[in-house]
Structure formats: structure tokens, C-alpha cells
């Protein structure tokens, strides 16, 4: 398939917006100190219908917008369009969830309410992991960015007992059997833009980061001195040719989304395209909930930044347009290039091309 071509051919998920919701065992928002919470939910039996109908989180409406693109694709759609994705690299879904064969680190498990959230690094996987946390008990809500950096950096450890394959080895592979389990994705455009301008245009404090960062300064201008490197910052063109040298890296907020997730070996309950998370957050949230409506006294609070713009349609978002400037510049053959590399992520939801009308969007689901 080449690149020129998407039009009709890829697949969307637009990357910018970016959600941020929280379950909380009470109605009102407070500041609390981040902490972890040693108790577990408290649990309530014999839930009546207007009691759940008083704990299930309102449905947020559907935009009003005369382009019927800006609705969500139904999942039974989503669903087909992944098992397309698989067949095109002649692979088929596993029988059976077979959990364990899960690429390790990225996949969590969240014993209290029975749900695995598989996170995509760049598709807001820091935010789910907050509100996850939050309703599992694990952990107070924060009240900005920095604080949720600081808990999840800080607590290294709780998110590695939660990690898939030591909560296997914890519980047991029959734990498995009855959980909800679901995954967020990104257009493969955005997430490569949006990952550049975070992580590689502007110093990070992770150790790892700014050494991959000089590598690439290194061997894209010949430079060895490491005190100037450490002053360097690679040009998008610069970065996306290294990419291109190396046919990808490794870095989790690089690498392709197909690596990340736990396909074939599982099939996800629900597939939540970022782009599309004003509504479907609300869906997933009620699904958990259902489960687990004797865990919960009273409706989750439920926070949303729809993305760092307020923007809510995300054609119209300035990272969509960071990305559409970003990679216009890039020559031709540098774009067919990269295409190659993310393939398989833009098979994933059939996401459309920088250059169409409504990226990062899904293109004709309906």
C-alpha cells in the first residue's frame, strides 16, 4: 500500500484528545494529598436497579455537527476492522485470551474491579492508568498533571505488581476468565508528532530519554562531544530519518502500537479510539461500573480534559495541526518510508493520512 494512496486505503485515530477521568467513592471533588490507600472498596450487596441507575455515569452526548464523522464507530465495526488488521500480517486471533503472551510493562491489571487496561504510550495511557488506580483503591485523585506525574514516577513498584504477568503469577490464570478488559489507540501520525515535540524536542528528565535523544544528534550531525550534545536538540527531519535508518526504535513512545498491544493472543472487550474519547470514555466507565456496582456507594466522579486546547473536535486541535505542518514538510519518499514502518498501526482502525479533510479521524466506517 503506499502512502500517497491512504485516501481510501488507512486507517484513523485521531491523537489529540487527550482525557483525563476519574472514579471517586464520593460526589465532590477535594484536594487530597497523593497517597497510596491501604483499605479496600468497601462492598455493597443486593443493588437495586434504581440504585445502579443512580451509580451509572450519564452518557455524554454526541456532538452536533452536520458531518456524521465526528460520531464514533460502533464496536462490532472496530471489532472486524482489528481481525482485518491481523489477517493482513496472516495472523488470527487466539482461541482462548491467552493473557500471559502479553508484550510485558505496557498491560495492567486492576484486581478490584476486574479490568485490564492495555496503554499506549502517547495515546493517554498515564491518565487511564490515574483513573484505574483511582478506582481500584490504589490511590488518592490529584488534582494536576504534575501530581499525577510525580504518584506514577514516585510509585514504580505498585504499578509493577499490577503489571499482567505478575498479577498472573499472583492470582492465577483463571482470574482471567471473567474480566473486562480494553485498549486506547492513536492515529499513528499524531502519536509520532505528538511523542517528537514531548520527548525529543525538549529535554526530559528520564536518564534514557535524553541518551537516545543525543544518539540521534550524534549520528544525524557527526558530533561527539557529549557536553554539546547534552545542549543539542534533534530537528523533526533529523529524528524521522534516524527512525527511518533504524526502521524504528524500541522507545516505548515510538515503537508500533501492534507491538504494544496484546493482539493475537487476546481479544479486547472494547478498542477506544483517543480521538473518539469524549464519548466512548463514558461507555467504558458505565461497562466497569456494571460490573461492579456493589463496589460503589455513589456515582464516580468523573473528570474529563478533552485535550490540552479545549478543543473538542479533534480536527480542529493544534497538535493535529502541529502534525499536519510537521510532516507536510517531509519529502515524499521520507513519508512513504515512515508509513511502512507504522503499517500495521494504520490497519488497526483504517486511520486516514495527514492530507485528508478529516484527520486524524477513521475514514467511511458507516
Not at 27 to 38: A, Y
Not at 134 to 140: L, R, S
Request: proline residues 5%; contains cysteine; glycine residues 4%.
Amino acid at each position: 500500500m503506499k502512502a500517497r494512496g491512504y485516501s481510501t486505503q488507512i486507517i484513523t485515530g485521531g491523537a489529540t484528545a487527550i482525557f483525563l477521568l476519574y472514579f471517586m467513592l464520593s460526589s465532590h471533588q477535594t484536594n487530597v494529598k497523593i497517597e497510596l490507600k491501604q483499605e479496600t472498596t468497601v462492598i455493597r450487596h443486593q443493588i437495586s436497579e434504581s440504585e445502579a441507575e443512580s451509580i451509572r455515569i450519564k452518557i455524554t452526548p454526541p456532538p452536533k455537527a452536520a458531518n456524521r464523522v465526528l460520531m464514533p464507530m460502533s464496536q462490532p465495526w472496530a471489532q472486524e476492522q482489528f481481525e482485518k488488521s491481523l489477517h493482513l500480517s496472516n495472523k488470527t486471533y487466539a482461541e482462548h485470551n491467552d493473557w500471559g503472551k502479553c508484550p510485558i510493562h505496557h498491560t495492567l491489571y486492576f484486581d478490584k474491579i476486574k479490568t485490564v487496561f492495555t496503554g499506549i504510550p502517547k495515546a493517554g495511557h498515564s491518565n487511564w492508568w490515574e483513573a484505574l488506580l483511582v478506582a481500584n483503591g490504589n490511590m488518592e485523585i490529584v488534582q494536576t498533571l504534575q501530581e499525577q506525574i510525580q504518584f506514577l514516577s514516585s510509585n514504580q513498584e505498585l504499578l509493577t505488581d499490577i503489571e499482567i504477568q505478575n498479577a498472573i503469577d499472583k492470582f492465577g490464570m483463571k482470574e482471567f476468565e471473567d474480566v473486562f478488559s480494553f485498549a486506547v489507540i492513536r492515529n499513528p501520525w499524531t502519536r509520532l508528532v505528538s511523542g517528537f515535540l514531548n520527548k525529543m524536542a525538549q529535554d526530559d528528565p528520564a536518564v534514557w530519554l535524553r541518551e537516545e535523544r543525543m544518539s540521534v544528534v550524534r549520528e544525524m550531525r557527526g558530533i561527539t562531544d557529549r557536553e554539546q550534545l547534552i545542549m543539542l536538540f534533534p530537528t523533526f527531519p533529523e529524528f524521522t530519518g534516524w527512525l527511518i535508518k533504524h526502521h524504528g526504535t524500541p522507545d516505548p513512545h515510538f515503537k508500533s502500537q501492534t507491538q504494544i498491544l496484546c493482539i493475537p493472543a487476546v481479544k479486547y472487550d472494547f478498542i477506544l479510539p483517543i480521538e473518539y474519547a469524549t464519548i466512548l470514555k463514558d461507555r467504558v466507565l458505565n461497562l466497569i461500573i456494571e460490573r461492579n456496582l456493589d463496589k460503589f456507594s455513589k456515582r464516580p466522579v468523573n473528570f474529563l480534559r478533552m485535550s490540552y486546547d479545549g478543543e473538542q473536535d479533534p480536527r480542529n486541535q493544534r497538535s493535529v495541526s502541529s502534525a499536519k505542518e510537521m510532516l507536510s514538510k517531509l519529502d515524499p519518499e521520507t513519508i512513504e518510508k515512515l508509513y511502512e514502518i507504522y503499517e500495521a498501526d494504520f490497519a488497526l482502525l483504517n486511520y486516514s493520512n495527514f492530507t485528508d479533510s478529516n484527520f486524524p479521524l477513521p475514514l467511511q466506517y458507516y
